[in-house]
C-alpha cells in the first residue's frame, strides 16, 4: 500500500473536478462557505486566519476500503532555528488540527486512484501560533507541512508521504 499527498492549486480545473465531490460540503449557492474556501492566501492577515481550507491530492496503490482519513498538519519554517538578535534556539512546528470534509467515507478503492481531500482548520491558525516569538510573524509566511494517515476497515494504518506549501500574507 502507497499513500502520496501533495497540495493542489485551486484553479479552474480543479474547481470543475471538486464541483461534484463537494456537493453538500461547499458550493456557490452556499456563498459564506464558497467565500472562505476561494480566500486568496496573499490576503491573510492576524485577524483572517480563520475559516482555512487546504485542498490536498491524494493518491493510494492497492486495493482498501478507507474507513478514516487523518491528517497531520503542522505549521514549520526552515529559519526557525537561528536568528541575528536571538540566541540559537529550535523552536518546536505548531501542531494544526484539521477535520477531512471530503470525500465521505467510507471510501472503496482499487488498483491506483487519486482523489481531492478538502480539509477545514477547526479553530483560527492565529490562536494555534499565539505564542510564537514576533520575528516569525513579522516573516509575514509559514511552511504548512501536511501528510494523510489512512484508517482501513481491518484496523490497519497507512501513513502517506508529507508535502508542504509555504502561505504567505501582507
Not at 39 to 55: A, C
Request: charged residues 25%; proline residues 5%.
Amino acid at each position: 500500500m502507497k499513500v502520496t499527498t501533495a497540495f493542489t492549486a485551486l484553479t479552474a480545473e480543479v474547481k470543475q473536478r471538486l464541483d461534484e465531490e463537494l456537493k453538500g460540503v461547499l458550493s456557490e449557492a452556499d456563498h459564506n462557505g464558497f467565500v472562505k474556501w476561494v480566500k486568496p492566501y496573499e490576503e491573510f492577515g492576524y485577524d483572517q486566519l480563520d475559516g482555512i481550507y487546504l485542498f490536498a491530492e491524494v493518491s493510494v496503490e492497492g486495493d482498501v476500503e478507507v474507513e478514516e482519513l487523518v491528517p497531520n498538519c503542522v505549521v514549520d519554517q526552515e529559519d526557525w532555528y537561528s536568528y541575528d538578535d536571538e540566541p540559537d534556539m529550535q523552536i518546536d512546528p505548531v501542531y494544526i488540527p484539521l477535520k477531512a470534509v471530503s470525500p465521505k467515507m467510507p471510501l472503496s478503492l482499487a488498483g491506483k486512484n487519486s482523489f481531492i481531500v478538502v480539509l477545514e482548520a477547526e479553530g483560527n491558525l492565529w490562536d494555534a501560533c499565539k505564542e510564537l516569538p514576533s520575528w516569525i510573524w513579522n516573516d509575514k509566511c509559514f511552511e504548512f507541512m501536511l501528510s494523510l494517515s489512512l484508517k482501513t476497515k481491518t484496523g490497519k494504518q497507512y501513513d502517506g508521504s508529507t508535502a508542504s506549501q509555504t502561505i504567505r500574507w501582507s
